[in-house]
């Protein structure tokens, strides 16, 4: 009885030390990268722009979790063009265009369902030697709840290969055209 005393003792003390230590951690994050893709700054901001094409060259595609569905609203592309999504592994949620400058620039809020976690993306475009440079950004807060915190270092990771497959599949799309 004393050993089981003891286990339930350890565990709770390392319950309270993981919660405590979430506390230390940042309550936001910010994760950037840039790539240049062959094409012109038109065909780049299009695509950005247009929610509708993001399913065709994006990370977050029917490839990487076929229950992923897509329904659009608002204008088809730049301002208050918006996409909604499910998915049993990615969750479901809302992107949302609240800044398109033609050819310079593509911001968006995304709202996660169930989540007070709220990200804003802003894809800055400019003219380069071989193509457009694309800078993608998002940064965001992670809510209240302080366990989200654990996410952050996470986050860098994971957005950066999401961003380096879509820069990919950029490259793809516009040179299929």
Same mark, same amino acid.
């Given at each position: ?6 286990i339930?003792?350890?565990i ?25 893709i ?29 229950? &992923?569905?897509?329904?659009? %609203?608002? *204008? +088809?592309?730049?301002? @208050?063009?918006?996409? #909604?999504? $499910?998915?049993?592994? /990615?969750?479901?949620?809302? &992107?949302?265009?609240?800044? %398109?400058? *033609? +050819?310079?620039?593509? @911001?968006?809020?995304? #709202?996660? $369902?169930?989540?007070? /976690?709220?990200?804003?993306?802003r ?6 030697? +071989? ?10 807060s ?7 915190r ?5 986050l ?22």
């Amino acid at each position: 009885m004393k050993v089981l005393w003891t286990i339930v003792i350890v565990i709770a003390v390392l319950i309270a030390l993981l919660f405590a230590g979430a506390f230390f951690l940042p309550a936001s994050f910010s994760v950037q990268r840039s790539a240049v893709i062959a094409a012109p700054v038109d065909a780049v901001y299009a695509k950005f722009a247009t929610p509708r094409t993001w399913a065709s060259w994006s990370a977050w595609t029917t490839r990487a979790d076929s229950t &992923l569905v897509y329904t659009y %609203a608002g *204008p +088809d592309s730049g301002l @208050g063009a918006i996409m #909604r999504f $499910t998915s049993k592994k /990615m969750g479901n949620g809302e &992107l949302e265009i609240v800044e %398109a400058v *033609p +050819d310079q620039s593509v @911001g968006y809020d995304l #709202r996660l $369902t169930g989540s007070d /976690m709220r990200i804003h993306g802003r894809i800055a475009l400019e003219p380069a030697s +071989d193509g457009t440079k694309v800078t993608w950004h998002d940064s965001g807060s992670l809510g209240g709840n302080v366990m989200l915190r654990y996410l952050g270092p996470v986050l860098d990771k994971s957005l950066a290969a999401a961003y380096e497959t879509s820069f990919q599949g950029l490259r793809r799309d516009l040179n299929a055209r």
